[in-house]
């Protein structure tokens, strides 16, 4: 009698250790998962906070660029005269050239619309291209002298950058020679990682 009570409850033993241990793997499959949703989640808002942060800084590119074209506050780095609504002073000859490169170059940044058919002209600039003799696309601040911070931690690692692209409006019923002009603005902003950048766009006219 007593061998067989004791064979029952080393039975019953042994049920219960198996049972206690996979109630336990359950809880760590639980648990591995909460942490890669916790993970994913975390990376998930770094991302986003990293395209606000591009997106900003592609704003204030806007607002440099339309300084630049209505009137720059710094007068020793302005190019606002170059601007017109009713003149194309400034851009290159035709449609479809090249924009102005250097930024030693007073037309750096300045492109002409491309031509029917072609890729537009903000598809087809390297806005990644930062070097001083070769680059066709306006750093902030070079001819409004502001100032932009760049850095680490939640600052863009680079300047934003922004072209400018001159645009023919023909109203309906005057002649060929009766045209106006205004600006499309391209801006390209990064964030805390260079991969991280964000574009926008805005059309813009000088005032008379």
Known sequence: MNDRIVYKMDHQSGATLVTTLLMLLVVLML?????????????????????????QAAEAALMDAESDIEHSPDAGKSRSHLFSNGSALGFPGETGD?????????????????????????????????VANTSSSVPYGRFTG?????????????????????MVYKKAGLRADERSYFYRITAVGFGTRETTQVALQTVYRKAN
Not at 102 to 127: D, K, S
Not at 148 to 159: C, D, E, K, W, Y
């Open 146 to 166: 502001q100032s932009f911070q760049t850095g680490s931690a939640s600052l863009p690692v680079r300047v934003p950058r922004y072209i400018v692209e001159l």
């Open 98 to 130: 090249a924009c102005g490169s250097g930024e030693q170059n007073i037309y750096l940044g300045l492109c002409r619309h491309a031509a029917e058919g072609m890729p537009p002209v903000w598809y087809t600039v390297n806005f990644l291209d930062a």
């Open 31 to 55: 648990g591995i998962s909460s942490a890669q949703i916790a993970v994913q989640g975390e990376k998930s808002s770094r991302n986003d906070r990293d395209r606000q942060i591009a997106f």
